[in-house]
């Protein structure tokens, strides 16, 4: 156990020393349009020589920005009206012209609008527009007992539903924050009544929804546009400006449905260059490269646990106050939700897989601390006296006797962690780390069950796998005298 445990530094570095390729990054956020226009970039940089790779589904417009700020992408797509409303978070009207002159002023540049616009709209089914005579927005004040659903972004936004129901004197019964993809299915399953949505989704079409009238003049221009890094290679700008002009709605709506038919957004995005493209039969071609990046976030943020976690475990092992404090503040750290700690770390570490092996980290460090400390607190006192009368030095009676006789404690710890960290290594994929959560999020968004299967199987599957490989590790980690005490139990 001690001879395993003095090469995982060694483990650390060299794993750390495997990064991503240094290509200029374009973002996106979690909805199919983004992946697209994210694609349609991609492909139009590799058209000028420069090789881009796609973070796909970082989040919301806050999390990308600051991506884009810090130098963790170099584009994504976005709209006037967010970059109005939540960006630069101006109540007075802004030309396209007076947005790119505040933002130049840190940095960032904006293309002219791509040529269509992506407004926010409130959409019901036919039949419920129909039962209720609903053709405004205002027609809604007189039916309270509608059950809402909106995303939860636009729940909060500067423009979103607390202004719109302020503005139009709305108040529902039932007002539910749903993520955008489920909320389509909770509205064509009945669940609700209305939602929110993006003028050039497909499923307005799919469905045969009903767009109400914005007969208040609530909603400004959403011009989709590209902002990007004035820094940013001189083809990626080059690449974003010769987009300009060249996609109007209907183009988008229909980029936006093949999207969804062919499951796949870069096969979506070839529409706009002409291509002809071809259904994707299976996504299960991609559980390899996923494996690997869903291994790496694990295998790193496991290593670092385990290096700084078993010293905390011997330190919270002895009585007094600071012991009491390694178990308090290990604590604290599992009860703040993984969403939320994302949230928190991304501003510092930045939006990569730096800050998910950081959250994944703390999370492991619980059970291999309270693991590690259990079982030195178990070694028998007769024992310890036996060790102190040797005149063994006390590193010599932790490393030789007892890190041994806790092994059976602290493997099962680090066990426990491990299974724990291959489930949650799948949020990653919310700041674009990759990993078995990139097809979940992506399969959620597209509304493609298969899709979602090829990240959650392979992930239970490999917890699966980390359990056994644990269990078998037995015979190398823990003494043969205490597994032979064990057996005979």
């Known amino acids: 156990m001690a001879w395993a445990v003095s090469r995982i530094p060694l483990l650390c570095l060299l794993s750390l020393s ?14 199919v349009e983004s992946y697209v226009l994210a694609e349609i970039a991609k492909a139009s940089a590799k058209q000028q020589g420069l090789e881009v790779d796609h973070r796909q589904g970082i989040g919301g417009t806050i999390l990308l920005w600051q991506a884009l700020r810090q130098g963790e992408i170099a584009a994504y797509p976005d709209y006037t009206g967010t970059i109005k409303e939540e960006i630069l978070k101006s109540k007075a009207e802004m030309s396209l012209a007076q947005m790119r002159a505040e933002l130049q002023k840190i940095g960032i540049g904006v293309t002219e609008s791509l040529g269509f616009n992506d407004g926010y709209g409130l959409a019901v089914r036919k039949e419920t527009a ?31 539903w607390r202004r719109l129901s302020e503005r139009y004197g709305l108040k529902f019964d039932s007002v539910q924050g749903l993520e955008h993809a489920i909320a389509y299915q909770a509205l064509k399953d009945g669940q609700i009544d209305l939602k929110e949505v993006y003028t050039t989704d497909a499923e307005i079409q799919e469905m045969g929804l009903v767009v109400l009238e914005d007969d208040l003049n609530y909603f400004p221009l959403y011009l989709g546009v590209f902002l990007y890094r004035l820094d940013s290679p001189e083809p990626l700008i080059k690449a974003l400006k010769s987009l300009e002009g060249t ?9 936006n449905l093949e999207a969804k038919r062919l499951g796949d957004p870069a096969k979506a995005a070839a529409i706009y ?24 976030l694990t295998l790193l943020s496991m290593l670092l646990a385990i290096v700084v976690g078993l010293p905390l475990g011997v330190w919270a092992a002895k009585p007094g106050a600071f012991g009491s404090a390694i178990f308090a503040m290990t604590g604290v750290v599992q009860t703040i939700p993984s969403l939320a700690l994302l949230a928190l770390l991304a501003p510092w570490l930045g939006i990569n897989e730096r800050t998910a092996i950081a959250a994944l980290f703390l999370y492991s460090l619980l059970p291999i ?17 036996s060790a102190e009368a040797l005149g063994l030095k006390p590193f010599e009676r932790l490393r030789l006797i007892y890190l041994p006789m806790a092994s059976r404690s602290i493997l099962a710890g680090v066990k426990t962690s491990a299974v724990i960290n291959v489930g ?38 490999l917890a699966l796998i980390v359990q056994t490989l644990f269990d078998a590790a037995d015979r190398l980690f823990i003494p043969r005298g205490l597994r032979l005490q064990a057996a005979a139990r």
């Open 130 to 160: 129909e039962r209720y005579s609903l053709k405004r927005i205002s027609d809604l004040k007189a039916h309270p007992q509608l059950k809402a659903g909106f995303t939860l972004e636009w729940l909060e936004r500067q423009d979103g």
């Open 424 to 461: 949650t290594a799948t949020l990653a994929a919310l700041v674009g780390a990759g990993g078995f959560g990139q097809p979940i999020l992506i399969g959620l968004t597209l509304n493609n069950p298969e899709m979602i299967l090829t990240g959650a199987i392979p992930a239970a599957a």
């Open 18 to 31: 495997f990064g991503y390729a240094q290509n200029p990054v374009v973002g996106s956020k979690k909805f």
């Open 369 to 385: 601390v309270r693991s590690t400390a259990a079982g030195l607190q178990s070694i028998p006192l007769p024992l310890r006296e």
């Open 247 to 255: 996609i109007n709605d209907a183009q988008m709506i229909n980029m």
């Open 273 to 296: 260059f002409g291509q002809k493209t071809k259904v994707r039969t299976s996504h299960w071609g991609d559980v390899p490269a996923r494996g690997i990046e869903h291994l790496r």
